[in-house]
């Protein structure tokens, strides 16, 4: 999942992302999507509104871009990104999936359930933005919560 986002943050827009603890910003957008695999494995990432214009910047090629084009470009980003996550299962463990259109809501988004296992991951731009990479498998009926707070 790590090298999945970083190589094509870097490649598709030219941001750098550092694996390091960060807090998000009070601006944040979710994108969201579902692999299916016989635990069904949700992907959340969770970015700083800014990051994501930039973003959407950088792959447009404009200096102004509107709420749509970050929600359309953010969409497009996280569909390669998740992509590359079903491939690398695939090579890693023979897992065959395919995963659900990624949907982007504004603010924290938090899908209904409660996740068995989660692997959370920080980062860094070098601008200062944050973004967290969130893996969800599985539903248990324990009370273990994921949650998404601001700095």
């Given at each position: 999942m790590n090298?999945?986002?970083?190589?094509?943050?870097?490649?598709?827009?030219?941001?750098h992302?550092?694996?390091q603890e960060a807090q998000l910003s009070d601006d944040v957008c979710t994108i969201?999507?579902?692999l299916e695999t016989p635990r069904h494995i949700t992907l959340l990432l969770y970015a700083d509104v800014s990051l994501m214009a930039r973003l959407a910047q950088n792959i447009m090629h404009q200096e102004v871009v509107t709420?749509?084009?970050i929600q359309d470009v953010a969409i497009e980003y996280f569909n390669v990104v998740c992509g590359r996550v079903a491939?690398?299962?695939?090579?890693?463990?023979r897992i065959?999936?395919?995963?659900?259109?990624?949907?982007?809501?504004?603010?924290?988004?938090?899908?209904?359930?409660h996740p068995c296992?989660?692997?959370?991951?920080?980062?860094?731009?070098?601008?200062?933005?944050?973004?967290?990479?969130v893996c969800m498998a599985g539903q248990c009926s324990?009370?273990?919560?994921?949650?998404c707070e601001p700095a």
């Open positions: 090298c999945s986002l970083q190589e094509t943050t870097s490649r598709f827009a030219g941001i992302l550092c694996e969201h999507a579902v709420q749509r084009d491939a690398n299962m695939y090579r890693a463990a065959s999936s395919r995963f659900q259109t990624p949907k982007f809501f504004q603010g924290c988004y938090l899908p209904d359930g296992s989660q692997c959370v991951l920080n980062f860094k731009g070098e601008n200062m933005e944050n973004v967290r990479l324990n009370n273990t919560s994921l949650t």
